[in-house]
């Protein structure tokens, strides 16, 4: 990550009141409210411990930052792991620095100090850039952002993408993952289904990734790169068109035949078709010659409904890409 440390990026200096002259308070660290929608988790994991340890030895090192709330109360907007750590090493208190934010500049200072963290999960970077982007762009009111990168003309994820080192198409990524439904988006925190193909997936409505997950979860399925870019075309070129159906053409027929594909010889074909016969004039009397032997009939499947894509235009690629 290449943010810049937050006294650079506002004015906080760890000598003081800051150069912006932000007070300090000592605030009870179990009465400070952490910052709502905060897509960051707080693990009680070894680092944790290792945190606490260091606090009951030395003190909190550097302030947190919060902003009073119109009850009297505080937020926290960055130090909620400090935050936490005091509450498990009994401390009565924690400094704070204090400054009134609006909800979006709170957003975005909240986000930046996280993303620092060694370690953070597609889960968390996915709500966190979505929530900086939807932040910078209220901010902004749709202007092109001048000051907050030093640069002109830049967009909301050309700023984002500058400060964590991160190319926009990842970034607009990472946001599209928070489409997923929960069930998709743990498999691909948890590694199993790849960034790039959850983020195809999330274009698919709310019901189609319900129909697709029970899918993938009865036949112990994961579709692959490909297989997950024809289902996006699909749902976009049709909404509700990712059907059972169809996604046992897709996922189970490609996978069980494997990888590579079927080819057969010119010189085998050319002893049942005329010379004159091109390549996808053989394939359409191929295909209609196999769906008569497998038994199936042409038209129009009764009960199919306007707008859905059927087998039969998935087959001869009317909406793959």
């Known amino acids: 990550m290449k943010l810049k440390p937050l006294e650079e990026l506002f004015g906080i200096s760890e000598s003081g009141a800051g150069e912006a002259g932000f007070p300090i308070l000592d605030l009870d660290p179990a009465a400070v409210k952490d910052f709502n929608g905060h897509p960051f988790s707080v693990a009680l994991d070894g680092e944790m411990a290792e945190l606490v340890e260091s606090i009951k030895n030395n003190g909190v090192l550097y302030p947190g930052i919060a902003r009073p709330l119109p009850d009297g109360s505080y937020e926290a907007i960055a130090g909620h792991r400090r935050k936490q750590a005091c509450i498990l090493a009994g401390l009565p208190s924690m400094p704070f620095y204090i400054k009134e934010y609006s909800d979006d ?3 975005v200072i909240m986000v930046e100090s996280n993303l620092h963290r060694s370690r953070i ?4 970077k996915a709500f966190a850039y979505r929530m900086h982007m939807e932040a910078e762009k209220r901010l902004h009111a749709g202007r092109r952002l001048q000051k907050t990168c030093g640069q002109e003309n830049l967009r909301s994820d050309e700023a984002l993408a500058q400060r964590t080192g991160e190319s926009r198409n990842t970034i607009q990524r990472y946001i599209r993952l928070t489409w997923l439904i929960p069930e998709l988006m743990d ?4 590694g199993r ?4 193909t959850a983020s195809d997936l999330s274009y698919l409505t709310t019901e189609e990734q319900q129909t697709l997950y029970r899918y993938m979860t ?3 399925l994961m579709p692959t790169g490909r297989q997950a870019l024809h289902l996006k075309e699909c749902s976009r070129a049709r909404p ?5 159906d169809l996604l046992e053409l897709v996922l189970k027929g490609k996978q069980e035949r494997g990888p590579g594909r ?4 010119r010189e085998i074909l050319s002893r049942y078709f005329p010379r004159e016969y091109r390549t996808e004039d053989m394939e359409r009397v191929i295909i209609e010659l196999l769906r008569q032997w497998h038994g199936e009939n042409t038209e129009k499947p009764a009960g199919q409904i306007d707008g859905q894509v059927s087998i039969e235009e998935w087959e001869d690629g009317r909406y793959m890409p």
Request: proline residues 4%.
């Open 262 to 265: 079927v080819t057969i010889k």
């Open 187 to 190: 498999l691909t925190d948890a």
């Open 121 to 124: 999960s597609i889960r968390e």
């Open 105 to 107: 500049e709170a957003a």
């Open 240 to 244: 509700g068109s990712v059907t059972r």
């Open 193 to 196: 289904l790849p960034v790039i």
């Open 218 to 220: 009865d036949k112990g």
